[in-house]
């Protein structure tokens, strides 16, 4: 990770913030938070997305410059978020009582889901970290109620920190790791991996989502992740590490993991089409990013 806050995390706040201003037969997430988010220096997209409840155009035009910025850019982030969205509705249906967000960013779930007797737990890059506490202060007077935060770097060693800081728990926790995992080297993945079991006990479960193999190598002659590529080394978050869906059940076993669900952002979307009849557009990155449930 660069010596500075993620600049990533701003972008899918950003589309957050877009997705959020779609009009109703579009809209596939509401997230009422990410537009407050947004850094302060970004008073004019701020106040242009405002602008929407008049302006029916906000959306299409905020939609095609960020697919300018990366590709399927509004649509890729909104439908993962969203899917991890009802992963973590289904686990506090369940009775799951802590959440564990990784690499956080400007994730704004532990307000959204706030609910009694849940305990939220952010653990990010400190760089990022303080600047989200930085947006908090300005927008809240302060850290989010309840929530524990902790500034880890998954280059490090530190499961043993963590699991000692938020101690043990006897019932299963659920862990979202969303749009980090094909950030980091492989060795940083299979560590986090085993360091999230350290922190549950059996039952435990994490959704996260991940590009095929291609996304790490820079022969690849997919257009879709070449673009992606480019996206990360303009911000230097180069991608580092993915994985083909086929290989994930073999490469989660070997993490001690199983494998529940994997769901292209396209099939998902389909699905959207079908259950709630969202008009959703198409975009071929949709094809290439998938999701992953998995307990143990
Ligand atoms: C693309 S952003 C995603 C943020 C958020 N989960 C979302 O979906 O909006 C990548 C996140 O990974 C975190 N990250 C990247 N490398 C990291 C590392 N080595 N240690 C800890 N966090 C890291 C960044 O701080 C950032 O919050």
Known sequence: MKESSSTTAVDTLASRAIASIAPRRRRILHDPFARSLLPAHWLVPKFYFWQARFNPLVYPISVLIADLVSPG????????HRHMDECLARA????????????????SRCMRFRTDGVEFIEIDHP???????????????????????????FCGDWAADVAREIGATQHPAFFIWEGVAYYLPEEAVRYTLAAIRRCSPAGGR???????????????????????????????EHFQWGCDR??????????GLRLDSTITLREYADRLRAD???????AAVLARLYNVEASW
């Open 246 to 255: 086929s290989e994930m059940p073999g490469f989660l076993a070997e993490c």
């Open 92 to 107: 506090i249906r369940d009775g799951v009582r802590r959440i564990v967000i990784l690499g956080a960013g400007y994730d």
């Open 127 to 153: 760089h990022t970290q303080n600047a989200k506490h930085r947006r908090l202060d300005r927008i809240n007077g302060g850290p989010v109620p309840g929530v524990r935060y902790l500034p880890i770097d």
């Open 73 to 80: 850019g509004v649509l890729q982030i909104a439908l993962r």
């Open 206 to 236: 994490i959704v996260f989502d991940m590009f095929p193999r291609g996304i790490a190598d820079p022969a690849c002659a997919d257009p879709v992740l070449r673009k992606m590529r480019r996206y990360g080394e303009r911000h230097r």
């Open 276 to 282: 709630e009849g969202i008009r959703i557009g198409d």
